[in-house]
Each structure stands twice: as C-alpha cells, then as structure tokens.
C-alpha cells in the first residue's frame, strides 16, 4: 500500500466512528470512500450494527452490498443523517471540488439532501486556492462538441475525459468535459455561469455544502469543522 493509501486509510477508519445505530448515511465514491465502506462493513460485521447506505455510484452499491451493507436509492429514504464522501481539492474555506472518479452529480444530489455532510481526504487535497485541480462538468452527450465550443470560447480550457479513445461516462449516461483553469479566483460566480449554460448537468463545485473534514496527515488524522 502506498503511503498516500495509508492516509486514506486512517480517515476512512476515522469516519466510519461518526456513524450510530439506525442511521441512514450517504455514501461516496473513489479511493478513499473505498476504504471508509471496508471499515463501514466490519463494523456492520461485529457490532451487527442497523444502518442504511445510500450509495452516489454503482461501484460504491456494489462495494458495499458484497459486504452485506443494506443499500436504498436516494428516492427511497425519507432523510439521510450523514453523508461521507472524499474531494479532489478543499480550500479554507471548505468550498471543494469533486468528479475526479465521475460521480458528482449523485455526489452533489446526495450531499444537497444530507443533513451532515463530511469529506474524507488525504493532505494533498488540502489548498489554498482551487483550480489546480481540473473542474469536471457533467454534461449531456446530445450536442457536447457545441458545448466544448462554448467554453472554450469562454476561457476555460475544456478537455474531453477519454479513456481508450472513448468517451469516459457517468452512471447516468453523461460525457465529463474537464476544465483545466489552474486558478479559480471567484468559485460563486464560476458556479453560477456553468449553471446557466445548456447542456451542462452538474459541475464539480461543491461550494458550502459541508460540514466536517477529516484530513489524513503524518500526525494522525485532523477532525475540522
Ligand atoms: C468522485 C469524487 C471523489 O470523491 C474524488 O474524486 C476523490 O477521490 P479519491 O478518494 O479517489 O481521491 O468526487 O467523483
């Protein structure tokens, strides 16, 4: 395992004691929430402990089934208490970015629906100013390349997210655009013009929406709020 795991590891192990008796949790996706289901799963293992996962991505319903985590879809629980999810980048002020594993869209529907939410992540993920991060969109395969052209228009670097000469897609059925800006000085206004153009689901700006992080550093894991 590398080091970087091992951090991830320790915040994973760490979230899962937020979790009580009888709550419902929202549950993310990528590596470090893979670690969080593995310790989530041994404690519903020993402590036969009641909870319902509402999980943000197929892999994350199928990690957490096989390890007899009882899963509903996000439309079939009336709350969820808690949601533990991991980040690409947090600045100070707790504004993220998500969608590097292209989940944010059910990351962002599950988040906005939580009572609590906490992310997970290793040191690295930790900056000053985000950006340095590419922001991934979410958007409808129906008229993309018109899209792209918009925003390369606009300045904001846009790249298609392939992986062996195919578009990368969501669980929905989406494409990912990734906007390389290296700096994003104002995330509001950012966020609101994405907001406004057509075509676009969701991007990965995920500004005041949590609540709790846990960073996972050389010390030992970091609780902020
Ligand atoms: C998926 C996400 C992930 O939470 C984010 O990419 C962090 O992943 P990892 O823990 O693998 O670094 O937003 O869409």
Redesign the pocket.
Known sequence: MTHQDEL?QLVGKEAVKFIKDNMVVGL??????KFMVDALGQRVTDEHLSIIGVPTSERTRQQANRLGIPTKGVDEVDHIDLTI????QIDKHFQGI???????LW?KIVAINSDKNMWIVDESKMADQLGTFPLPLEVIPYGSTQLFKRLKEKGYQPEFRMAADKHVTTDSNNYIIDLHMHQIDDPKSLALDLDQMTGIVEH?LFLNIVNTVIVGRETGPQVLH
């Open positions: 991830k993310g996706t990528g590596s470090t929430v999810d991991g980040a690409d998500k969608g590097g594993g292209a989940a944010h990351e990965g």
